[in-house]
């Protein structure tokens, strides 16, 4: 069964009773060569593989053929009339159905990866909940080696922006804390059905062993790096001093400290400052 196949998919969607949900991100690949490269890209046989958001198995069917064992996450039971069919003939999968963002990860990939050499996630993400699902996967430090997503073309640019730049957010230095991020290759939006407003990137995420940097208390980093990107357009000193009620001065001091302008930005500051800043806070 070819499931990139529009008409395939019609024909099994009406038979299904089914109809796409946009608030799930239901937009399914019909693209036959993305998901041959992101099963590529992801995993190899001695891995087991994780995935968020099978739809009608379209990328299940390629990491079950890549990967040792594929265990896929799917809140849209309606699905349970599908999946059944579709991957009939892959009997390394198991399809769980509930919330990625809900339920116990870490022990999914016990309790179903024992025999794997390393696992992977690989999705192809609902947009609406791309960021929430990347960081919960990051900071929950679940045993995985690497994150290969598709998501959105300007979520990817800023996931895997350098930091410091113009694109950073907060989100690009928790990713740059975590992992080593790449840019795959993008995947226009004609290659969905229904097309979404906007084109996709697939990105991938090697999980480091350890921080590229020294960090004594992660809360209060985390949390000086949210407040630097509250109001991309203010200094820094301003910015931070209203989110988190910080004097000015005692800011002005920690910025003299580290050597940094006291008329900085916050999106300005790189991995390595923002670290000794938030000690000096
Ligand atoms: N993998 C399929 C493909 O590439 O065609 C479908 C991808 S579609 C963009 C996203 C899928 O994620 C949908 O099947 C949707 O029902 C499912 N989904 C949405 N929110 C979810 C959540 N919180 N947890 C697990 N699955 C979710």
Same mark, same amino acid.
């Given at each position: 069964?070819?499931? $990139?196949?529009?008409?395939?998919? #019609?024909?099994?969607?009406? &038979?299904?009773?089914?109809?796409?949900?946009?608030?799930?991100?239901?937009?399914?690949?019909?693209?036959?060569?993305?998901?041959?490269?992101?099963?590529?890209?992801?995993?190899?046989?001695?891995?087991? @593989?994780?995935?968020?958001?099978?739809?009608?198995? @379209?990328?299940? &069917?390629?990491?079950? &053929?890549?990967?040792?064992?594929?265990?896929?996450?799917? %809140?849209?039971?309606?699905?349970?009339?599908?999946?059944?069919?579709?991957?009939?003939?892959?009997?390394? @999968?198991?399809?769980?159905?509930?919330?990625?963002?809900?339920? +116990?990860?870490?022990?999914?990939?016990?309790?179903?990866?024992?025999?794997?050499?390393?696992?992977?996630?690989?999705?192809?993400?609902?947009?609406?909940?791309?960021?929430?699902?990347?960081?919960?996967?990051?900071?929950?430090?679940?045993?995985?080696? $690497?994150?290969?997503?598709?998501?959105?073309?300007?979520?990817?640019?800023?996931?895997?922006?350098?930091?410091?730049?113009? +694109?950073?957010?907060?989100?690009?230095?928790?990713?740059?804390?975590?992992?080593?991020?790449?840019?795959?290759?993008? @995947?226009?939006?004609?290659?969905?059905?229904?097309?979404? #407003?906007?084109?996709?990137?697939?990105? &991938?995420?090697?999980?480091?062993?350890?921080?590229?940097?020294?960090?004594?208390?992660?809360?209060?980093?985390?949390?000086?790096?949210?407040?630097?990107?509250?109001?991309?357009?203010?200094? %820094?000193?301003?910015?931070?001093?209203?989110?988190?009620?910080? +004097?000015?001065?005692?800011?002005?001091?920690?910025?003299?400290?580290?050597?940094?302008?006291?008329?900085?930005?916050?999106?300005?500051?790189?991995?390595?400052?923002?670290?000794?800043?938030?000690?000096?806070?």
């Amino acid at each position: 069964m070819n499931l $990139s196949d529009i008409n395939t998919i #019609n024909s099994l969607l009406k &038979k299904a009773g089914f109809s796409f949900k946009k608030s799930l991100g239901q937009n399914f690949l019909i693209d036959s060569s993305v998901c041959p490269a992101m099963a590529e890209a992801s995993c190899d046989k001695t891995c087991g @593989v994780l995935e968020i958001g099978p739809g009608i198995g @379209v990328l299940t &069917k390629e990491l079950s &053929k890549a990967a040792k064992r594929v265990v896929a996450i799917e %809140l849209d039971e309606r699905l349970k009339k599908i999946l059944p069919i579709t991957l009939a003939d892959c009997d390394n @999968v198991e399809i769980i159905y509930g919330d990625a963002l809900k339920l +116990d990860l870490k022990t999914i990939i016990t309790e179903h990866f024992s025999d794997c050499e390393k696992v992977c996630v690989c999705a192809n993400l609902p947009y609406y909940v791309t960021s929430p699902i990347v960081m919960s996967l990051l900071e929950s430090r679940l045993p995985i080696s $690497s994150i290969t997503v598709m998501v959105q073309k300007e979520a990817a640019e800023r996931l895997c922006a350098e930091v410091g730049s113009r +694109d950073a957010g907060a989100v690009t230095v928790a990713v740059s804390y975590y992992a080593k991020k790449e840019i795959l290759f993008y @995947v226009d939006r004609t290659s969905f059905m229904p097309a979404p #407003n906007v084109d996709s990137a697939v990105i &991938k995420l090697d999980i480091l062993e350890k921080p590229p940097i020294m960090v004594k208390d992660e809360e209060k980093f985390f949390k000086l790096t949210k407040a630097c990107f509250a109001q991309r357009r203010k200094t %820094l000193v301003n910015t931070v001093s209203n989110t988190l009620k910080i +004097d000015k001065q005692t800011l002005k001091n920690a910025l003299n400290e580290v050597g940094l302008s006291e008329t900085v930005r916050g999106e300005q500051l790189t991995l390595e400052q923002l670290a000794s800043l938030s000690e000096y806070i």
